[in-house]
């Protein structure tokens, strides 16, 4: 018969006939045409042994898997089969495996349940974040194999309109989750691995001076935050008042104050290091929380979003924050915390109080 090219099977095929073609270069590589009533199609096989018994291993369809490739498949999987590995029961518990995580959303509730665990709570919290306000909205319901690298650059560019860091930030947890989902043989590729945010987000931006506002400037700023709102107002002020991070506000529920003890119980799960905290109320701080609870019309949050089921958003204080007159100075809430700290030093408050106020593991001796 000759050598064979790619003409001679198009030419086997058209013929129609029912015939196995083993190549004779040690492989084990062979190409089957079979026949039904109406039309003939062709397969790559691959014949092994595996554990003393012979087994045959489809490589694809011809002419979509081209001589040269079926070649390369065969030699690939004869290096893995040298190795000890059964690629047809390989396949199978693949298959098994892609039934058990359909929806990308499966696939991240693998990746919670397996891997997260293992990482610190504060790194949980972050992950569990961006998976809930943008990632899974967009990724969630879609199955698996339908994730391209198109729809990870429409979420990235769409979150990237926001934020560039949190588009950011979501590209590599989706990333390590289809990391997760190959090492589980839950996902067949990972369609982050050949994108470059550089090429999607452009240049990182400089990052932005830290902001320590002065008492000048709060004595400008304080009076003008009637224009954000009561809600947001009142918030700002207790970050300043009690040096409290954002979400440990933004996440505070009613049921971790004691307003007729003027004592705010931080749980674990909201505060940055695990441990529990406990921060007296002046009598002027729990004045502004019963006027957020009279705010909050019966929700169980102490700043509720609009639904009143939810806490309010991430982003809602710092888009507050962001409607100041312009005049005034351009600052964060995470800025607030850092002014908070930088007043208890112009007041001359030893370090170690310091510290503690905003909640600070300190390491070495001088830990208390």
């Not at 079926?70 to 290096?79: N, Y």
């Not at 370090?351 to 909640?359: P, T």
Request: aromatic residues 4%; glycine residues 8%.
């Amino acid at each position: 018969m000759g050598r064979l090219t790619e003409s001679r099977l198009q030419a086997l095929l058209q013929a129609g006939k029912a015939t196995v073609i083993a190549f004779g270069d040690g492989t084990g590589l062979s190409f089957r045409i079979t026949t039904t009533d109406t039309r003939a199609t062709a397969r790559w096989q691959l014949r092994y042994r595996h554990a003393g018994k012979a087994h045959w291993s489809t490589l694809g369809r011809y002419p979509e898997i081209s001589l040269k490739e079926a070649k390369k498949r065969a030699t690939k999987e004869r290096a893995a089969i040298a190795e000890g590995t059964d690629p047809v029961a390989e396949r199978r518990r693949s298959k098994l495996a892609l039934k058990a995580a359909k929806t990308f959303r499966e696939l991240t509730e693998d990746y919670m349940t397996r891997a997260v665990p293992d990482l610190a709570e504060s790194t949980q919290r972050d992950v569990r974040g961006f998976l809930k306000n943008d990632i899974l909205p967009r990724l969630g319901d879609l199955r698996i194999e339908e994730i391209t690298g198109g729809e990870i650059v429409h979420m990235v560019e769409q979150i990237g309109k926001r934020s560039a860091v949190v588009a950011r930030r979501a590209f590599t947890i989706t990333s390590v989750i289809f990391s997760h989902g190959m090492a589980k043989h839950l996902a067949r590729s990972n369609p982050c691995a050949s994108l470059k945010l550089k090429a999607i987000l452009g240049k990182p931006q400089p990052v932005r001076e830290a902001v320590s506002l002065t008492e000048d400037q709060l004595r400008a700023v304080v009076p003008r935050l009637r224009e954000v709102g009561r809600a947001n107002a009142l918030a700002v002020k207790l970050l300043l008042a009690t040096c409290v991070r954002k979400r440990e506000l933004t996440h505070a529920r009613w049921e971790h104050l004691d307003l007729e003890q003027s004592l705010w119980n931080i749980p674990a799960e909201l505060s940055k290091n695990g441990k529990p905290f406990t921060i007296p109320l002046p009598d002027v701080v729990v004045g502004w929380f019963r006027e957020l609870q009279e705010l909050a019309c019966g929700s169980q949050w102490v700043l509720p979003g609009q639904n009143r089921r939810d806490p309010v958003g991430d982003s809602t204080l710092n888009a507050a924050l962001g409607r100041l007159d312009r005049t005034l100075p351009r600052f964060t809430v995470h800025d607030l915390r850092r002014t908070a700290r930088s007043h208890l030093g112009g007041l001359g408050v030893d370090v170690i109080v310091a510290e503690k106020c905003l909640n600070h593991t300190l390491g070495g001796l001088i830990d208390v």
